[in-house]
Protein backbone atom coordinates (compact mmCIF):
# COMPACT_ATOMS: atom_id res chain seq x y z
CA UNK A 1 0.00 0.00 0.00
CA UNK A 2 1.69 3.14 -1.12
CA UNK A 3 2.36 6.21 1.25
CA UNK A 4 1.15 9.64 0.78
CA UNK A 5 1.39 12.53 2.49
CA UNK A 6 -0.15 15.31 2.10
CA UNK A 7 1.31 19.33 3.11
CA UNK A 8 -1.35 21.53 2.99
CA UNK A 9 -2.06 24.23 5.78
CA UNK A 10 -5.96 24.18 4.72
CA UNK A 11 -7.80 22.13 7.09
CA UNK A 12 -11.02 21.40 4.84
CA UNK A 13 -9.11 20.49 1.88
CA UNK A 14 -6.60 18.60 4.55
CA UNK A 15 -9.16 16.05 5.51
CA UNK A 16 -11.42 15.75 2.08
CA UNK A 17 -7.75 15.04 0.27
CA UNK A 18 -7.23 12.08 3.11
CA UNK A 19 -10.17 11.00 2.41
CA UNK A 20 -10.61 10.78 -0.87
CA UNK A 21 -6.84 9.21 -0.65
CA UNK A 22 -8.04 6.71 1.75
CA UNK A 23 -10.72 5.43 -0.14
CA UNK A 24 -8.67 5.35 -3.63
CA UNK A 25 -6.36 2.57 -0.59
CA UNK A 26 -3.69 4.94 -0.47
CA UNK A 27 -1.85 5.19 3.27
CA UNK A 28 -2.35 8.84 3.72
CA UNK A 29 -1.04 10.50 6.43
CA UNK A 30 -0.63 14.66 7.12
CA UNK A 31 1.48 16.58 9.21
CA UNK A 32 -0.50 19.80 10.46
CA UNK A 33 2.60 21.26 11.92
CA UNK A 34 4.41 23.28 9.64
CA UNK A 35 7.97 24.17 11.50
CA UNK A 36 9.73 21.50 9.83
CA UNK A 37 8.30 20.91 6.80
CA UNK A 38 10.63 18.74 5.07
CA UNK A 39 11.65 16.73 8.00
CA UNK A 40 8.21 15.53 8.57
CA UNK A 41 8.09 14.61 5.73
CA UNK A 42 11.18 12.72 5.46
CA UNK A 43 10.81 11.20 8.49
CA UNK A 44 6.92 9.16 7.63
CA UNK A 45 9.29 7.98 4.56
CA UNK A 46 6.58 8.42 1.62
CA UNK A 47 6.23 6.89 -1.30
CA UNK A 48 4.37 10.05 -2.93
CA UNK A 49 4.18 13.75 -1.43
CA UNK A 50 1.19 16.17 -2.12
CA UNK A 51 3.38 19.48 -1.45
CA UNK A 52 1.69 22.64 -1.38
CA UNK A 53 3.35 25.82 -2.41
CA UNK A 54 2.66 28.49 -0.04
CA UNK A 55 2.68 27.20 3.44
CA UNK A 56 3.12 29.15 6.58
CA UNK A 57 6.58 28.76 6.91
CA UNK A 58 8.61 27.97 4.08
CA UNK A 59 7.25 28.10 0.37
CA UNK A 60 7.05 24.54 -0.76
CA UNK A 61 10.01 25.31 -3.09
CA UNK A 62 12.95 25.16 -0.32
CA UNK A 63 10.76 22.24 0.95
CA UNK A 64 11.49 20.49 -2.42
CA UNK A 65 14.98 21.67 -2.35
CA UNK A 66 15.63 20.09 1.27
CA UNK A 67 13.87 16.83 0.69
CA UNK A 68 15.88 16.00 -2.28
CA UNK A 69 19.43 16.87 -0.97
CA UNK A 70 18.54 13.28 0.81
CA UNK A 71 15.44 11.59 -0.98
CA UNK A 72 14.18 11.14 -4.63
CA UNK A 73 10.72 10.38 -4.03
CA UNK A 74 8.44 11.73 -6.40
CA UNK A 75 6.71 15.66 -5.19
CA UNK A 76 3.63 16.91 -6.96
CA UNK A 77 3.13 20.41 -6.33
CA UNK A 78 -0.35 21.01 -5.39
CA UNK A 79 -1.19 25.04 -5.64
CA UNK A 80 -3.62 28.11 -6.41
CA UNK A 81 -0.25 29.67 -8.16
CA UNK A 82 -0.74 29.31 -11.61
CA UNK A 83 2.01 31.37 -13.18
CA UNK A 84 3.45 29.20 -15.49
CA UNK A 85 6.96 30.51 -14.48
CA UNK A 86 6.42 29.03 -11.17
CA UNK A 87 5.17 25.65 -12.98
CA UNK A 88 8.67 25.91 -14.56
CA UNK A 89 10.64 26.71 -11.72
CA UNK A 90 8.93 23.56 -9.73
CA UNK A 91 9.47 20.81 -12.39
CA UNK A 92 13.21 22.09 -12.82
CA UNK A 93 13.57 21.52 -8.99
CA UNK A 94 12.27 18.13 -10.01
CA UNK A 95 8.89 17.82 -8.80
CA UNK A 96 7.14 14.80 -10.85
CA UNK A 97 3.98 16.90 -11.74
CA UNK A 98 1.91 20.55 -10.81
CA UNK A 99 -1.33 20.57 -10.34
CA UNK A 100 -3.50 23.81 -10.34
CA UNK A 101 -6.26 24.67 -7.85
CA UNK A 102 -9.51 23.73 -8.03
CA UNK A 103 -8.36 20.84 -9.10
CA UNK A 104 -11.16 17.34 -9.71
CA UNK A 105 -10.46 14.63 -7.80
CA UNK A 106 -10.52 12.50 -10.78
CA UNK A 107 -7.57 14.00 -11.95
CA UNK A 108 -5.55 14.85 -9.07
CA UNK A 109 -5.90 10.81 -8.48
CA UNK A 110 -5.10 9.88 -12.02
CA UNK A 111 -1.86 11.83 -11.50
CA UNK A 112 -1.36 10.50 -8.31
CA UNK A 113 -1.85 6.96 -10.12
CA UNK A 114 1.28 8.09 -12.58
CA UNK A 115 3.64 9.93 -10.41
CA UNK A 116 3.78 6.43 -8.60
CA UNK A 117 4.03 4.46 -11.59
CA UNK A 118 7.10 6.20 -12.35
CA UNK A 119 9.65 3.84 -13.44
CA UNK A 120 7.67 0.71 -13.07
CA UNK A 121 7.35 1.16 -16.98
CA UNK A 122 4.05 -0.87 -16.99
CA UNK A 123 4.03 -2.28 -20.87
CA UNK A 124 1.08 -4.31 -20.29
CA UNK A 125 -1.52 -4.74 -18.01
CA UNK A 126 -3.20 -8.40 -16.85
CA UNK A 127 -6.37 -8.83 -15.12
CA UNK A 128 -8.27 -12.17 -14.70
CA UNK A 129 -6.53 -13.78 -17.57
CA UNK A 130 -7.10 -10.47 -20.29
CA UNK A 131 -4.02 -8.31 -21.13
CA UNK A 132 -3.52 -4.84 -22.01
CA UNK A 133 -0.58 -3.99 -24.47
CA UNK A 134 -0.45 -0.58 -23.66
CA UNK A 135 2.02 0.01 -26.50
CA UNK A 136 0.38 -1.18 -29.25
CA UNK A 137 -3.17 -0.89 -28.20
CA UNK A 138 -4.45 -3.96 -28.35
CA UNK A 139 -6.02 -6.77 -25.87
CA UNK A 140 -5.55 -9.98 -25.38
CA UNK A 141 -6.83 -13.37 -23.85
CA UNK A 142 -7.62 -17.22 -24.82
CA UNK A 143 -4.28 -16.28 -27.34
CA UNK A 144 -6.90 -14.40 -29.19
CA UNK A 145 -6.06 -10.59 -29.27
CA UNK A 146 -8.55 -7.83 -30.64
CA UNK A 147 -6.92 -4.56 -32.12
CA UNK A 148 -8.63 -1.15 -30.01
CA UNK A 149 -9.30 2.00 -31.09
CA UNK A 150 -8.21 5.18 -28.89
CA UNK A 151 -11.83 5.58 -27.20
CA UNK A 152 -11.97 1.96 -26.15
CA UNK A 153 -8.03 1.63 -24.74
CA UNK A 154 -8.75 4.65 -22.88
CA UNK A 155 -11.83 2.90 -21.41
CA UNK A 156 -9.74 -0.30 -20.71
CA UNK A 157 -6.99 0.94 -19.53
CA UNK A 158 -8.87 3.43 -16.86
CA UNK A 159 -10.93 0.15 -15.81
CA UNK A 160 -8.09 -2.21 -15.43
CA UNK A 161 -5.89 0.15 -13.54
CA UNK A 162 -8.67 0.35 -10.97
CA UNK A 163 -9.69 -3.19 -11.29
CA UNK A 164 -11.23 -4.28 -8.19
CA UNK A 165 -13.38 -0.92 -7.42
CA UNK A 166 -16.60 0.44 -9.18
CA UNK A 167 -15.98 3.27 -11.33
CA UNK A 168 -18.40 5.93 -12.30
CA UNK A 169 -18.47 6.93 -15.85
CA UNK A 170 -17.54 10.37 -14.79
CA UNK A 171 -14.64 9.30 -13.90
CA UNK A 172 -13.79 7.65 -17.09
CA UNK A 173 -14.97 10.34 -18.92
CA UNK A 174 -12.80 12.62 -16.78
CA UNK A 175 -9.73 10.42 -17.71
CA UNK A 176 -11.00 10.57 -21.19
CA UNK A 177 -10.94 14.38 -21.43
CA UNK A 178 -7.62 14.27 -19.94
CA UNK A 179 -5.88 12.79 -22.66
CA UNK A 180 -8.20 14.99 -25.19
CA UNK A 181 -10.78 12.41 -25.99
CA UNK A 182 -13.83 14.13 -26.00
CA UNK A 183 -16.52 11.56 -24.70
CA UNK A 184 -20.10 12.05 -23.44
CA UNK A 185 -21.70 9.37 -21.61
CA UNK A 186 -23.88 8.26 -24.89
CA UNK A 187 -20.23 7.94 -26.55
CA UNK A 188 -18.81 6.00 -23.61
CA UNK A 189 -21.81 3.69 -23.43
CA UNK A 190 -21.44 3.00 -27.22
CA UNK A 191 -18.07 2.20 -27.00
CA UNK A 192 -18.30 0.50 -23.52
CA UNK A 193 -20.77 -2.18 -25.75
CA UNK A 194 -18.38 -2.39 -28.81
CA UNK A 195 -15.48 -3.60 -26.36
CA UNK A 196 -17.99 -6.03 -24.69
CA UNK A 197 -18.31 -7.38 -27.92
CA UNK A 198 -14.30 -7.40 -28.99
CA UNK A 199 -13.48 -9.38 -25.23
CA UNK A 200 -16.70 -11.57 -26.25
CA UNK A 201 -14.91 -11.82 -29.54
CA UNK A 202 -11.74 -13.22 -27.97
CA UNK A 203 -13.14 -15.20 -25.07
CA UNK A 204 -13.53 -12.86 -22.45
CA UNK A 205 -17.39 -12.09 -22.11
CA UNK A 206 -18.52 -10.22 -18.49
CA UNK A 207 -15.07 -9.02 -18.53
CA UNK A 208 -16.54 -5.86 -17.53
CA UNK A 209 -19.16 -5.71 -15.44
CA UNK A 210 -22.43 -3.38 -15.49
CA UNK A 211 -23.69 -1.97 -11.87
CA UNK A 212 -26.40 -0.45 -12.64
CA UNK A 213 -26.06 3.16 -11.78
CA UNK A 214 -23.07 3.05 -10.22
CA UNK A 215 -20.61 2.52 -12.82
CA UNK A 216 -18.25 -0.70 -14.19
CA UNK A 217 -16.28 -3.03 -12.60
CA UNK A 218 -13.41 -5.28 -13.71
CA UNK B 1 -5.64 84.51 -31.68
CA UNK B 2 -7.05 87.04 -34.73
CA UNK B 3 -6.60 90.26 -35.43
CA UNK B 4 -10.10 91.38 -34.63
CA UNK B 5 -10.10 89.49 -31.46
CA UNK B 6 -6.73 91.69 -30.66
CA UNK B 7 -8.31 94.68 -31.87
CA UNK B 8 -11.42 94.26 -29.48
CA UNK B 9 -9.01 93.31 -26.51
CA UNK B 10 -7.15 96.65 -27.44
CA UNK B 11 -10.40 98.79 -27.85
CA UNK B 12 -9.91 100.93 -24.95
CA UNK B 13 -6.16 102.32 -25.64
CA UNK B 14 -6.75 102.46 -28.95
CA UNK B 15 -9.89 104.99 -28.12
CA UNK B 16 -7.66 106.59 -25.53
CA UNK B 17 -4.96 107.66 -28.26
CA UNK B 18 -7.34 108.54 -30.86
CA UNK B 19 -9.10 110.68 -28.65
CA UNK B 20 -5.47 112.36 -27.29
CA UNK B 21 -4.52 112.56 -30.99
CA UNK B 22 -7.75 114.76 -31.71
CA UNK B 23 -7.26 116.78 -28.29
CA UNK B 24 -3.26 117.73 -29.83
CA UNK B 25 -4.21 118.65 -33.14
CA UNK B 26 -7.51 120.55 -31.85
CA UNK B 27 -4.38 122.26 -29.33
CA UNK B 28 -2.21 122.74 -32.25
CA UNK B 29 -4.77 124.73 -34.02
CA UNK B 30 -6.17 126.59 -30.73
CA UNK B 31 -2.52 127.88 -31.10
CA UNK B 32 -1.95 128.89 -34.55
CA UNK B 33 -0.02 125.85 -36.01
CA UNK B 34 -0.83 125.45 -39.48
CA UNK B 35 -2.58 122.90 -41.31
CA UNK B 36 0.15 120.79 -42.43
CA UNK B 37 2.14 121.05 -39.80
CA UNK B 38 -0.44 119.90 -37.50
CA UNK B 39 -1.12 116.84 -40.35
CA UNK B 40 2.76 116.05 -40.07
CA UNK B 41 2.38 116.13 -35.66
CA UNK B 42 -0.71 113.93 -36.48
CA UNK B 43 0.38 111.07 -38.37
CA UNK B 44 3.97 110.85 -36.81
CA UNK B 45 1.26 110.35 -33.61
CA UNK B 46 -0.48 108.18 -35.43
CA UNK B 47 2.49 106.26 -36.77
CA UNK B 48 4.00 105.49 -33.56
CA UNK B 49 0.48 104.08 -31.95
CA UNK B 50 -0.01 102.04 -34.81
CA UNK B 51 3.88 100.60 -34.72
CA UNK B 52 3.32 99.98 -31.04
CA UNK B 53 0.02 98.03 -31.60
CA UNK B 54 1.25 95.93 -34.35
CA UNK B 55 4.88 95.10 -33.06
CA UNK B 56 3.10 94.31 -29.56
CA UNK B 57 0.21 91.74 -31.82
CA UNK B 58 2.95 90.04 -33.76
CA UNK B 59 4.75 89.38 -30.71
CA UNK B 60 1.55 88.15 -28.83
CA UNK B 61 0.96 85.96 -31.57
CA UNK B 62 4.07 84.53 -31.50
CA UNK B 63 4.14 83.70 -28.05
CA UNK B 64 0.20 82.41 -28.02
CA UNK B 65 1.66 79.88 -31.32
CA UNK B 66 4.68 78.97 -29.33
CA UNK B 67 2.52 78.08 -26.32
CA UNK B 68 0.24 75.49 -28.34
CA UNK B 69 2.95 74.44 -30.28
CA UNK B 70 4.66 73.42 -27.18
CA UNK B 71 1.61 71.76 -25.31
CA UNK B 72 0.94 69.46 -28.26
CA UNK B 73 4.55 68.93 -28.69
CA UNK B 74 5.15 67.52 -24.60
CA UNK B 75 4.76 64.13 -24.27
CA UNK B 76 2.80 64.21 -21.05
CA UNK B 77 0.56 67.46 -21.20
CA UNK B 78 -0.57 67.24 -17.43
CA UNK B 79 3.42 67.82 -16.73
CA UNK B 80 3.21 70.68 -19.26
CA UNK B 81 2.71 73.64 -16.59
CA UNK B 82 5.26 72.25 -14.26
CA UNK B 83 7.84 72.82 -17.70
CA UNK B 84 6.16 76.05 -19.18
CA UNK B 85 8.49 79.40 -19.19
CA UNK B 86 6.67 81.78 -16.47
CA UNK B 87 5.19 84.85 -18.24
CA UNK B 88 6.37 88.43 -17.93
CA UNK B 89 3.09 90.40 -17.27
CA UNK B 90 1.87 90.59 -14.14
CA UNK B 91 -1.79 89.93 -15.06
CA UNK B 92 -0.42 86.27 -17.05
CA UNK B 93 1.84 85.54 -14.02
CA UNK B 94 -1.03 85.51 -11.55
CA UNK B 95 -3.12 83.31 -14.02
CA UNK B 96 0.13 80.91 -14.68
CA UNK B 97 0.51 80.98 -10.65
CA UNK B 98 -3.59 79.62 -10.76
CA UNK B 99 -3.40 77.34 -13.18
CA UNK B 100 0.50 75.67 -11.73
CA UNK B 101 -1.54 75.21 -8.59
CA UNK B 102 -4.22 73.63 -10.15
CA UNK B 103 -2.61 71.22 -12.01
CA UNK B 104 -0.57 70.27 -9.14
CA UNK B 105 -3.47 69.37 -7.68
CA UNK B 106 -5.26 67.72 -10.25
CA UNK B 107 -1.68 65.33 -10.46
CA UNK B 108 -1.95 64.77 -6.71
CA UNK B 109 -5.01 63.60 -7.03
CA UNK B 110 -4.67 61.36 -10.35
CA UNK B 111 -1.90 59.74 -8.36
CA UNK B 112 -3.89 59.08 -5.49
CA UNK B 113 -6.23 57.55 -8.26
CA UNK B 114 -3.70 55.39 -9.74
CA UNK B 115 -2.64 54.45 -6.28
CA UNK B 116 -6.24 53.16 -5.65
CA UNK B 117 -6.65 51.29 -8.46
CA UNK B 118 -3.22 49.91 -8.35
CA UNK B 119 -4.14 48.90 -4.28
CA UNK B 120 -7.50 47.37 -5.48
CA UNK B 121 -6.09 45.39 -8.32
CA UNK B 122 -3.76 44.25 -6.18
CA UNK B 123 -6.78 42.68 -3.70
CA UNK B 124 -8.59 41.37 -6.15
CA UNK B 125 -6.14 38.88 -7.28
CA UNK B 126 -5.27 38.00 -3.38
CA UNK B 127 -9.21 37.75 -3.25
CA UNK B 128 -9.20 35.89 -6.10
CA UNK B 129 -6.18 33.65 -4.69
CA UNK B 130 -7.49 33.09 -1.86
CA UNK B 131 -10.87 31.64 -2.88
CA UNK B 132 -9.56 29.07 -4.72
CA UNK B 133 -8.93 27.69 -1.24
CA UNK B 134 -12.21 27.39 -0.34
CA UNK B 135 -13.49 26.42 -4.03
CA UNK B 136 -11.20 23.52 -4.29
CA UNK B 137 -12.16 22.20 -0.51
CA UNK B 138 -15.96 22.44 -1.72
CA UNK B 139 -14.85 20.42 -4.85
CA UNK B 140 -13.49 18.42 -2.99
CA UNK B 141 -16.19 18.07 -0.53
CA UNK B 142 -18.57 17.17 -3.21
CA UNK B 143 -16.31 14.87 -5.28
CA UNK B 144 -16.16 12.49 -2.32
CA UNK B 145 -19.73 12.81 -1.38
CA UNK B 146 -20.63 11.79 -4.75
CA UNK B 147 -24.67 11.64 -5.91
CA UNK B 148 -26.87 13.86 -8.24
CA UNK B 149 -26.32 16.60 -5.26
CA UNK B 150 -22.49 16.51 -5.67
CA UNK B 151 -22.68 16.95 -9.65
CA UNK B 152 -25.53 19.89 -9.42
CA UNK B 153 -22.67 21.46 -6.55
CA UNK B 154 -19.81 20.74 -8.48
CA UNK B 155 -21.33 22.73 -11.42
CA UNK B 156 -22.39 25.60 -9.45
CA UNK B 157 -18.86 25.44 -7.63
CA UNK B 158 -17.70 25.29 -11.52
CA UNK B 159 -19.34 28.99 -12.16
CA UNK B 160 -18.76 30.27 -8.87
CA UNK B 161 -14.68 29.86 -9.91
CA UNK B 162 -15.33 30.77 -13.38
CA UNK B 163 -17.05 33.86 -12.39
CA UNK B 164 -14.25 35.14 -9.69
CA UNK B 165 -11.23 34.33 -12.65
CA UNK B 166 -13.28 36.64 -14.60
CA UNK B 167 -12.84 39.55 -11.83
CA UNK B 168 -9.42 38.81 -11.96
CA UNK B 169 -8.47 38.86 -15.89
CA UNK B 170 -10.59 41.99 -15.74
CA UNK B 171 -8.07 43.47 -12.93
CA UNK B 172 -5.47 42.36 -14.96
CA UNK B 173 -6.04 43.44 -17.92
CA UNK B 174 -4.51 46.51 -18.24
CA UNK B 175 -1.27 45.38 -17.34
CA UNK B 176 -1.25 42.21 -19.60
CA UNK B 177 2.68 42.95 -19.68
CA UNK B 178 3.31 42.58 -16.23
CA UNK B 179 2.15 38.81 -16.20
CA UNK B 180 2.89 37.19 -19.32
CA UNK B 181 4.78 34.37 -20.58
CA UNK B 182 4.72 33.63 -24.17
CA UNK B 183 6.09 30.70 -25.16
CA UNK B 184 5.21 27.88 -28.39
CA UNK B 185 2.12 26.24 -27.33
CA UNK B 186 0.57 23.00 -28.97
CA UNK B 187 -2.80 24.27 -30.14
CA UNK B 188 -4.28 20.42 -28.73
CA UNK B 189 -2.59 21.41 -25.38
CA UNK B 190 -4.10 24.95 -25.38
CA UNK B 191 -8.06 23.84 -26.20
CA UNK B 192 -7.62 20.89 -23.83
CA UNK B 193 -6.91 23.10 -20.85
CA UNK B 194 -10.19 25.19 -21.74
CA UNK B 195 -12.36 22.15 -21.89
CA UNK B 196 -11.01 20.68 -18.91
CA UNK B 197 -12.28 24.02 -17.50
CA UNK B 198 -15.46 23.85 -18.53
CA UNK B 199 -16.08 20.18 -18.95
CA UNK B 200 -18.53 19.85 -16.25
CA UNK B 201 -20.56 22.68 -18.08
CA UNK B 202 -20.28 21.37 -21.45
CA UNK B 203 -21.27 17.65 -20.21
CA UNK B 204 -24.31 18.87 -18.10
CA UNK B 205 -25.68 20.90 -21.20
CA UNK B 206 -24.74 18.04 -23.54
CA UNK B 207 -22.79 19.87 -26.02
CA UNK B 208 -20.77 17.43 -27.90
CA UNK B 209 -17.31 18.53 -28.32
CA UNK B 210 -14.85 17.47 -31.57
CA UNK B 211 -11.16 18.74 -31.13
CA UNK B 212 -9.22 15.63 -31.34
CA UNK B 213 -8.32 16.14 -34.49
CA UNK B 214 -6.33 19.88 -34.09
CA UNK B 215 -2.68 20.25 -34.42
CA UNK B 216 -0.55 22.65 -35.03
CA UNK B 217 1.26 25.07 -32.39
CA UNK B 218 1.23 28.86 -31.65
CA UNK B 219 3.88 31.45 -29.92
CA UNK B 220 1.37 33.03 -26.97
CA UNK B 221 0.66 32.90 -23.24
CA UNK B 222 -0.93 29.75 -22.29
CA UNK B 223 -2.91 31.19 -19.00
CA UNK B 224 -4.46 34.15 -20.45
CA UNK B 225 -5.57 32.39 -24.01
CA UNK B 226 -7.02 29.40 -21.93
CA UNK B 227 -8.82 32.34 -20.37
CA UNK B 228 -10.23 33.71 -24.04
CA UNK B 229 -10.98 30.13 -25.03
CA UNK B 230 -12.44 29.34 -22.32
CA UNK B 231 -14.49 32.65 -22.28
CA UNK B 232 -15.68 31.63 -25.65
CA UNK B 233 -16.75 28.12 -24.45
CA UNK B 234 -18.48 29.36 -21.87
CA UNK B 235 -20.94 31.43 -24.80
CA UNK B 236 -21.08 28.14 -26.92
CA UNK B 237 -22.78 26.57 -23.73
CA UNK B 238 -25.02 29.39 -23.13
CA UNK B 239 -26.02 30.04 -26.39
CA UNK B 240 -26.60 26.41 -27.43
CA UNK B 241 -29.68 24.61 -29.07
CA UNK B 242 -29.75 21.02 -28.02
CA UNK B 243 -30.60 18.68 -28.81
CA UNK B 244 -27.55 17.91 -31.38
CA UNK B 245 -25.57 20.94 -29.73
CA UNK B 246 -21.70 20.84 -30.63
CA UNK B 247 -18.52 23.04 -30.44
CA UNK B 248 -16.07 21.61 -32.92
CA UNK B 249 -12.06 23.68 -32.74
CA UNK B 250 -9.79 23.53 -35.92
CA UNK B 251 -7.44 25.65 -37.12
CA UNK B 252 -5.88 26.90 -40.45
CA UNK B 253 -2.54 27.46 -41.61
CA UNK B 254 -1.88 30.70 -43.59
CA UNK B 255 1.43 32.12 -44.65
CA UNK B 256 0.93 35.01 -42.21
CA UNK B 257 -0.21 33.06 -39.17
CA UNK B 258 -2.24 30.51 -37.70
CA UNK B 259 -5.83 30.66 -37.09
CA UNK B 260 -7.77 28.73 -34.20
CA UNK B 261 -11.50 28.40 -34.81
CA UNK B 262 -14.04 27.71 -32.43
CA UNK B 263 -17.29 26.71 -34.06
CA UNK B 264 -20.83 25.95 -32.57
CA UNK B 265 -24.19 25.08 -34.22
CA UNK B 266 -25.76 27.27 -31.54
CA UNK B 267 -28.43 29.78 -31.56
CA UNK B 268 -25.82 32.13 -33.83
CA UNK B 269 -26.02 36.07 -33.45
CA UNK B 270 -28.32 38.62 -35.51
CA UNK B 271 -26.00 40.17 -37.92
CA UNK B 272 -27.25 43.45 -36.37
CA UNK B 273 -25.72 42.58 -33.40
CA UNK B 274 -22.69 40.61 -35.14
CA UNK B 275 -20.76 44.62 -34.83
CA UNK B 276 -21.52 44.75 -31.40
CA UNK B 277 -20.65 41.37 -29.26
CA UNK B 278 -16.97 42.27 -28.21
CA UNK B 279 -18.78 45.92 -26.25
CA UNK B 280 -18.74 46.12 -23.07
CA UNK B 281 -21.63 44.99 -21.27
CA UNK B 282 -23.76 43.88 -24.38
CA UNK B 283 -25.62 41.09 -23.95
CA UNK B 284 -28.03 41.22 -26.93
CA UNK B 285 -31.70 41.87 -27.66
CA UNK B 286 -32.97 38.39 -26.10
CA UNK B 287 -30.35 37.25 -25.26
CA UNK B 288 -29.97 39.28 -21.64
CA UNK B 289 -32.72 37.33 -20.26
CA UNK B 290 -29.68 34.83 -19.79
CA UNK B 291 -27.31 34.28 -17.44
CA UNK B 292 -25.11 37.02 -18.87
CA UNK B 293 -22.63 39.86 -17.67
CA UNK B 294 -21.80 40.89 -20.82
CA UNK B 295 -18.05 40.50 -19.82
CA UNK B 296 -16.80 37.05 -21.48
CA UNK B 297 -15.87 38.43 -25.06
CA UNK B 298 -15.60 42.06 -24.19
CA UNK B 299 -12.37 40.76 -21.84
CA UNK B 300 -11.80 37.98 -24.41
CA UNK B 301 -11.19 40.93 -27.25
CA UNK B 302 -9.54 42.95 -24.97
CA UNK B 303 -7.01 40.34 -23.70
CA UNK B 304 -6.42 39.41 -27.84
CA UNK B 305 -5.59 42.76 -28.78
CA UNK B 306 -2.57 42.73 -25.75
CA UNK B 307 -1.70 39.17 -27.28
CA UNK B 308 -1.44 40.81 -30.36
CA UNK B 309 -3.74 37.91 -31.28
CA UNK B 310 -6.88 38.76 -33.55
CA UNK B 311 -10.31 38.04 -32.33
CA UNK B 312 -13.09 37.88 -35.21
CA UNK B 313 -16.69 36.99 -35.15
CA UNK B 314 -18.76 35.50 -37.92
CA UNK B 315 -22.17 34.20 -37.69
CA UNK B 316 -25.88 33.49 -39.20
CA UNK B 317 -28.29 33.49 -36.68
CA UNK B 318 -30.32 30.03 -36.24
CA UNK B 319 -27.26 28.24 -37.47
CA UNK B 320 -23.87 28.93 -36.58
CA UNK B 321 -20.71 31.15 -34.63
CA UNK B 322 -17.73 30.81 -35.13
CA UNK B 323 -15.09 32.91 -33.32
CA UNK B 324 -11.73 33.09 -34.74
CA UNK B 325 -8.31 33.70 -33.15
CA UNK B 326 -5.89 34.86 -35.13
CA UNK B 327 -1.82 34.37 -34.52
CA UNK B 328 0.17 36.15 -36.76
CA UNK B 329 3.93 34.95 -37.18
CA UNK B 330 6.18 36.75 -35.86
CA UNK B 331 9.74 37.41 -35.22
CA UNK B 332 10.40 34.37 -33.03
CA UNK B 333 9.26 32.06 -35.91
CA UNK B 334 11.51 33.14 -37.97
CA UNK B 335 14.30 33.38 -35.18
CA UNK B 336 13.21 29.47 -34.56
CA UNK B 337 13.10 28.69 -38.85
CA UNK B 338 16.79 30.18 -38.59
CA UNK B 339 18.07 28.04 -35.39
CA UNK B 340 16.64 25.01 -37.55
CA UNK B 341 18.90 25.91 -40.54
CA UNK B 342 21.77 26.46 -38.57
CA UNK B 343 21.57 23.60 -36.86
CA UNK B 344 21.26 21.58 -40.31
CA UNK B 345 24.21 22.98 -41.79
Not at chain 2, 161 to 182: G, M, N, P, T, W
Request: charged content about 25%; aromatic content about 8%.
Amino acid sequence: MAKIVVCEDDAGIRRELLKALAAEGYCAEAPEEFQDVAGEILSRQPDLVLLDINLPSASGFDVLREIRRSADVPVIFVTSREADADEFYGLTLGAEDYVVKPYSLPVLLARVKKALSRGAGAAALTVHGVTLDTAAAKVSANGRTAELTKNEFRILYALMSRHGRIVPPDEIISEMWESRLYVDENTLNVNIARLRKKLREIGAPDFIVNKRGMGYLV
Amino acid sequence: MSLMKYLSEKLAPLLTAAAGLAALCLFLAGIGVGFGENLLVGCGFAAAVLAYFTVDFIVKKLRVQGLSASLSASRDSCLWAETAEAPRSAEALAYYEAMKRCSREALARELAGRKREEEFTDYIEKWVHEVKTPVTALRLIAENAGGKIAGELLQETDKLFSLSEQALYYARSEAVEKDCFIAKTDLGTLVNEALLEQKTALLAAGVAVDAEELTGAVYTDRKWMRFVLSQILSNCVKYRRTPGACVRFYSEEREDGTVLCVWDNGAGIPAADLGRIFEKGFTGGDRSKRYATGMGLYLAKKLCGKLNVGLTARSEEGAYTELRLFFPRGAVHVLDGETAALTKS
